[in-house]
Every structure is written in C-alpha cells, then in structure tokens.
C-alpha cells in the first residue's frame, strides 16, 4: 500500500543483510542497495530493531549524545524522542544535527567527550525554560550553517510558547485514537 507518490509500505524487519545493503523483512520480501535506512517507530519508545544485548545494557534506549547521537554506532541517530517540552522544534534542531553530522557538515566530539555529556547530563531534567540552552542549542550548532532556532523563527508570536509545550499532549492523542482505531491512517493524512 502507498500513501504518497514513491513510498511502499513495508512490513516489520526481519533482519538486516550488511553485505547486500539491504532488508529482509517479515513477509520475506528483501529489499537491496539501500544508502540509508530511516527507522521511523512513532512517538513512543520502541526498538525492535537493536541487539538484545543492547536493550539489556541501556533499557530505556538513553544511550545518545544530545538525545540524538548513538554512542556506540555512530551512524544511529535518534530524532523525535519524548525527552523535553517543545516536540516540534526539538524534532528540527535534531534533524538538522543528524543532516549536519551525516552530511559531513560538522563532527560529533570525540567518544570520551559524548561519553562525558552522557554522565554528566543524561539524568538532567529538560524543562520548558533550559531546552533551548541544554537541548536545542548544541543540536543546531552541529545543523548546517546559519539554520535558525525553530523556537525563535515562528511568524505567530502570541502564544507559540505554550503551544509547543503542549504538542505533545496532541501528538499522544492522535496516536492512541490511531492505535484505537478512531482514525485511521487516511483519515490523519486527509
């Protein structure tokens, strides 16, 4: 089934094939010479896709720099987690970090020093008055050139604020309405 012009929708993954760049998903269809592959799982916490190993190690799949960056596969990024308020403009500064690093644009520090931001910073609180400063921010700073602060760049300035803050209470909505079946995929894409 498609839902825009060039994407198919695929069934779960089965398991990655390394050698041929490609997937082999669970109704045996295999799919080859990818140049990535973006892993879209929602708004919730799920990641069929990593190593047991991994999960038991980091349960709570926390182990990104910036809540972005892998720090044990530098080709993983994370965009879109629930860590902080302002969804939207957290999911821009993290898609631009991941464009700007992937794209050769800037580099991530070295692994002492994600490690380092990890320890120090992964327990830390995000609220709604330090996630431009802790969150934000550094993500941009690793975005291409001159990319502007989505918390800043809005035309609509009476309420942004509190609209960003509460994003995710709608975007929580409309995927247990999705889950439940009130809406359908048609229906959100209408």
């Known amino acids: 089934m498609s839902y825009a012009k060039g994407v198919i929708s695929k069934p779960e993954i089965e398991k990655f094939l390394p050698e041929e760049n490609g997937v082999l998903f669970k109704d045996g269809t295999i799919e080859k010479d990818f140049d990535s592959i973006v892993i879209c799982t929602g ?6 896709f ?8 980091h349960p709570n799949y926390n182990h990104f720099y910036l809540y972005t960056f892998s720090l044990e596969e530098p080709t993983v990024g994370l965009v879109g987690n629930k860590l902080a308020p302002f969804f939207f403009p957290r999911v821009e500064a993290q ?3 991941v464009a700007g690093v992937f794209a050769g644009f800037k580099q991530l520090p070295n692994a002492k020093e994600t490690q380092k931001w990890y320890d120090e910073k992964i327990d ?3 609220t709604l008055y330090d ?3 802790k969150f934000i921010e550094p993500l941009l700073a690793l975005g291409p050139k001159d ?4 918390l800043f760049s ?6 942004y604020v509190s609209d960003f803050a509460q994003s995710w209470r709608t975007i929580e909505e409309v995927y247990f309405k999705l889950r439940d079946g009130v809406y359908t995929v048609d229906t959100v894409l209408e």
Do not use: G, M, S
């Not at 990593?50 to 190690?57: H, L, P, Q, S």
């Not at 990319?147 to 989505?150: F, L």
């Open 147 to 150: 990319r502007p602060n989505p």
């Open 154 to 159: 809005v035309k609509r300035r009476d309420d």
């Open 95 to 97: 898609a631009a970090a």
């Open 124 to 126: 830390q609180i995000l």
């Open 50 to 57: 990593f190593e047991k190993e991994y999960v038991d190690k």
């Open 43 to 48: 708004y919730h916490y799920c990641y069929p």
């Open 131 to 133: 996630t431009n400063e």
